[in-house]
């Protein structure tokens, strides 16, 4: 079974601090991606990665920044938090081979930005 | 650019009766389609998947059948069960590289005894 783990799993920010969000896949799978989830717009691609030292940018990369320092460790940066960023954000893994191949999701961290 | 359509966000249903979900999809490439189920409080997973026209893919009950013709991906199930009560993602993988996923907004739907 794939293995994708974050951290924290649940943050309180204020607005205009600095968060990191961590995740770890032991799927030794090339890709990773970031994703908000929202009421109302399922899943949003914030960033995402094709190996190691190797950042793209999804559908809403503003405000994020992303960094992928090991084939298995993918951050999620916000520099200057804001209540608008207030979500759950998910974390995946994958290799798309021939445009089959499945995304393995985390369980999650639930940021709150006051 | 490629999109995923899912027209009901809210599905109510009693159980033992059948379901269906809409997924309508927009792309130039050679479609591969996905339904992502998410139980409350977890992780996104994966259901079933499918990129061979006319054919129906089957898995835990449900199945889906894609159709090229009409760009649709539908999701059924003859009869819901109380644990089917969940939330519904299909995903479309983009082409021509397929690295990322295009998910729809989702349907949740809620089985009742």
């Known amino acids: 079974e794939a293995a994708v783990t974050q951290s924290p799993r649940n943050k309180v920010a204020v607005t205009g601090g600095k968060v990191t969000l961590s995740c770890n896949q032991t799927n030794n799978h090339n890709n990773m991606y970031w994703y908000r989830q929202d009421t109302g717009h399922g899943l949003r691609l914030i960033h995402y990665?094709?190996?190691?030292?190797?950042?793209e940018k999804g559908d809403i990369p503003d405000g994020y920044k992303a960094s992928r320092p090991s084939q298995e460790n993918f951050s999620l940066i916000l520099e200057l938090a804001t209540p608008s960023q207030t979500s759950v954000y998910f974390c995946?893994?994958?290799?798309?081979?021939?445009?089959?191949?499945?995304?393995?999701f985390g369980p999650g961290t639930r940021l709150t930005v006051l | 650019g490629d999109s995923v359509t899912q027209t009901e966000g809210l599905v109510t249903l009693t159980k033992g009766l059948p379901v269906m979900l809409n997924c309508t999809y927009q792309?130039?490439?050679?479609?591969?389609l996905f339904w992502y189920v998410q139980h409350l409080n977890e992780a996104p997973k994966l259901l079933l998947k499918?990129?061979?026209?006319?054919k129906r893919t089957e898995h835990q009950g449900f199945y889906a059948t894609l159709h090229k013709s009409s760009s649709s991906f539908h999701l059924q199930k003859s009869s819901v069960q109380l644990s089917d009560s969940a939330l519904y993602f299909c995903?479309?993988?983009?082409?021509?590289?397929?690295?990322?996923?295009?998910f729809g907004s989702g349907t949740k739907l809620t089985v009742e005894p």
């Open positions: 990665s094709y190996g190691a030292g190797s950042t």
């Open positions: 499918s990129s061979t026209d006319n």
């Open positions: 995946a893994s994958g290799d798309p081979g021939q445009g089959m191949a499945e995304q393995f």
């Open positions: 792309t130039t490439y050679s479609p591969f």
């Open positions: 995903a479309l993988s983009d082409g021509p590289n397929y690295n990322v996923l295009y």
